[in-house]
Nanobody, 128 residues
């Protein structure tokens, strides 16, 4: 059974940085496509980033240049490094896993429908 646990969320000021972590268990982490998503109050879930088995990454337009996804398969962990945070980044952040990555323009897509396994989320709140 796939189990994902996110951590690292919190309340920060605009301009700050934050690192989220997601520890996976119950499957061979190194063979899975991983993704980060977020959902702000009253809005739908938005794809933030995805990373393939060989480390290729893809990002949503709103976070390109500010967020970096990475993975450490020895630790069964995927990370999301977030910089220059702003109030619009306030959301619940979710980690997700899929057996296959889907691509657009040679980059993994963080599209909700492609990821069947989800964590419970970690809250990020950015104040101005």
């Amino acid at each position: 059974q796939v189990h994902l646990v996110e951590s690292g969320g919190g309340s920060v000021q605009a301009g700050d940085s934050l690192r989220l972590s997601c520890v996976a268990s119950g499957y061979s982490h190194s063979t899975y496509c991983m993704g980060w998503f977020r959902q702000a109050p009253g809005k739908g879930r938005e794809g933030v980033a995805a990373i393939s088995l060989n480390g290729r990454a893809g990002y949503g337009d709103s976070v390109k240049g500010r967020f970096t996804i990475s993975r450490d398969d020895a630790k069964n962990t995927v990370y999301l490094d977030m910089k220059i945070l702003g109030p619009d980044d306030t959301a619940m952040y979710y980690c997700a896993a899929a057996q296959v990555c889907h691509y657009k323009n040679d980059a993994p897509r963080a599209s909700e429908s492609y990821f069947p396994y989800w964590g419970q989320g970690t809250q990020v709140t950015v104040s101005s």
